[in-house]
């Protein structure tokens, strides 16, 4: 059997497969930017393409690493994915509300068979709110 890998391995604002199972992903980030800690983002999408051997099906765990202890515990996702004909598929998954408990470099992982095949990270950044251009305190923001 071949090694899995995978293409690609993204957060973003909205995915899609079409009938034709062509992947579209739209708003790729990996920065969150949040005033009030913890706070739970109201929707977004996890893409990843993996590639091994086609036909063959694969057992998969997800698994989410905060950069900290916090109160929220993360159970590992176990799933199985089977390859199409070109020895690809997409694996997409909705988050909603998801839970961001504290400020940092968190990590998502994804592992066959206990070997990991793709790792993303995303910051959570704590800022403070902004108004017009202008933080509370009247001093111009600029990215």
Not at 11 to 26: F, T
Not at 78 to 94: C, H, P, R, W, Y
Not at 125 to 137: F, I, P, V
């Amino acid at each position: 059997m071949a090694k899995l890998t995978t293409e690609l391995f993204v957060l973003c604002d909205h995915a899609s497969v079409s009938q034709e199972q062509k992947l579209s992903i739209i708003g790729i980030f990996d920065q969150f930017f949040i005033a009030n800690l913890p706070t739970a983002w109201p929707k977004m999408y996890l893409v990843a393409v993996v590639k091994g051997q086609p036909g063959q099906q694969y057992p998969l765990t997800l698994k989410l690493i905060p950069p900290a202890k916090t109160d929220q515990n993360f159970p590992d996702k176990d799933f199985q994915i089977t390859l199409g004909q070109n020895g690809k598929a997409n694996v997409m998954t909705e988050l909603v509300n998801f839970p961001l408990q504290v400020a940092g470099v968190h990590r998502i992982q994804l592992l066959a068979d206990k070997d990991l095949i793709g790792e993303l990270e995303f910051k959570v950044n704590k800022t403070t709110a902004t108004y017009g251009g202008q933080d509370m305190q009247g001093k111009k923001v600029v990215n």
